[in-house]
């Protein structure tokens, strides 16, 4: 798991905008939804779906 996370943010840029805000507000939310639920499946897709959302909508 922490090597997924490892390759998953290594090339985020906080020279250029957004910043790196879209990763940083889905591994917030990983990280919430983990200690709410304790699901690691509902962590995941949850992440996913706000990341998602995120990039097409809103940066």
Not at 6 to 30: D, K, M
């Amino acid at each position: 798991m922490a090597m997924l996370v490892v390759y998953c943010l290594r090339n985020i840029s906080f020279a250029a905008a957004p910043f790196g805000a879209p990763e940083l507000i889905s591994c917030a939310v990983v990280a919430l939804l983990h200690v709410w639920k304790r699901s690691s499946i509902l962590s995941i897709l949850g992440g996913t779906v706000c990341y998602m959302l995120l990039v097409q909508l809103v940066f």
